[in-house]
Antibody, heavy 120, light 108 residues
Framework: EVQLVEFGGGVVRPGGSLRLSCAASGFTFEDYGMSWVRQAPGKGLEWVSGINWNGGSTGYADSVKGRLTISRDNAKNCLYLQMNSLRAGDTALYHC?????????????WGQGTMVTVSS | DIQMTQSPSSLSASVGDRVTITCRASQSIRSYLNWYQQKPGKAPKLLIYAGSSLQSGVSSRFSGSGSGTDFTLTISSLQPEDFATYYCQQSYSTPKYTFGQGTKLEIK
């Protein structure tokens, strides 16, 4: 079964750090770009960060640039999001998603998400 | 950065209605436009990719059209399970993406 499972979320104080992970299974991980997408409670989808198949190209939303870092380990079939200098506005459910060239880089597989709460 | 503007932000309709949602990009994105459906408490589901290609397993009630900057998602005959929130997304500038703000489709 093709699957993405996120973990690493939790409650963190403003200014703190957290590292999210996304474990992929059921497909050849290195064949796909990957992204992180977040959704604050009651709000819409916000794309956060993306990475191409080999990690050679990355992108960030302006709201997180310089604070969040995306990376991947193709040997471990894992995607990461290092989150530093966290703010209250980063509170959201964080999903990882798969993007394939055969689907015009649309996000065809999503994980269920891991919740990040930034609060003092 | 490419901005995506969806309209309307909310919509009330009845079972059996034909519904259209529009999405406009701030610059040409060719056909790199995707549509998603999200139900409460669930991850988004890909409906349409590349402007008009139906994702495997998605009902043919859903169709997409457009290219360049203007796109539409049409649901031909609303079913009870179609009431949800819909998002457009550009994938032209991968690995940088943008979502529209969403359209909440409610039962009239």
């Amino acid at each position: 079964e093709v699957q993405l499972v996120e973990f690493g979320g939790g409650v963190v104080r403003p200014g703190g750090s957290l590292r999210l992970s996304c474990a992929a299974s059921g497909f050849t991980f290195e064949d796909y770009g990957m992204s992180w997408v977040r959704q604050a409670p009651g709000k819409g989808l916000e794309w956060v960060s993306g990475i191409n198949w080999n990690g050679g190209s990355t992108g960030y939303a302006d709201s997180v640039k310089g604070r969040l870092t995306i990376s991947r380990d193709n040997a471990k079939n894992c995607l990461y999001l290092q989150m530093n200098s966290l703010r209250a506005g980063d509170t959201a459910l964080y999903h990882c998603a798969r993007a394939g060239s055969s689907s015009s880089f649309a996000f065809d597989i999503w994980g269920q998400g891991t919740m990040v709460t930034v609060s003092s | 950065d490419i901005q995506m503007t969806q309209s309307p932000s909310s919509l009330s309709a009845s079972v059996g209605d034909r519904v259209t949602i529009t999405c406009r990009a701030s610059q040409s994105i060719r056909s790199y436009l995707n549509w998603y459906q999200q139900k409460p408490g669930k991850a988004p589901k890909l409906l349409i990719y590349a402007g008009s290609s139906l994702q495997s397993g998605v009902s043919s009630r859903f169709s997409g059209s457009g290219s360049g900057t203007d796109f539409t998602l049409t649901i031909s005959s609303l079913q009870p399970e179609d009431f949800a929130t819909y998002y457009c997304q550009q994938s032209y500038s991968t690995p940088k993406y943008t979502f529209g703000q969403g359209t909440k489709l409610e039962i009239k």
